[in-house]
């Protein structure tokens, strides 16, 4: 079994509010995120993919392919987008990391379950900043 890593990085903007709370009240639980105007991140994704060596190509999963299933999935929907009102898959749902994460995570694993038999997405680790980062791991549990 083998493991390949990916890095690929993505600048997009949101804010952290609550319509139902009160301005006084998004500011005490998100801070400056709150910000109507918005607040925007450089971020980095790493996509970890696990799985066997194909026999033909001798690799876990070609990167080109990989890739081009990040742009599909991740970059066309994300990169440069205000996550708050452009990204249809994260309509009625507080762009956090961790949200944001698990969309992207979601996708992913469907998009390399079709494109590859034995390679498994394993995790993702999504970087907002140098300082912190979401993992989501296949074997995590939803709740």
């Known amino acids: 079994m083998f493991t390949l890593l990916r890095v690929f990085d993505f600048s997009a903007g949101h804010t952290l509010a609550r319509s139902d709370w009160s301005e006084e009240k998004n500011r ?15 971020y980095r994704l790493e996509v970890l993919v696990e799985g066997p060596l194909d026999s033909e190509t001798q690799m876990v999963l070609d990167a080109a392919k990989l890739d081009e299933i990040v742009h599909n999935e991740v970059f066309i929907d994300l990169d ?64």
């Open 28 to 42: 005490q639980v998100f801070g400056k995120c709150s910000n109507p105007q918005g607040h925007g991140h450089n």
């Open 80 to 143: 440069h987008k205000n996550l708050n009102k452009e990204v249809p898959w994260l309509a009625g749902k507080l762009p956090t990391t961790e949200v944001l994460a698990d969309g992207i995570f979601t996708r992913l694993e469907k998009a390399i379950a079709a494109a590859s038999s034995t390679a498994k997405l394993a995790e993702i680790r999504l970087w907002e900043t140098r300082r912190i980062c979401v993992l989501r791991r296949a074997s995590d549990r939803k709740e």
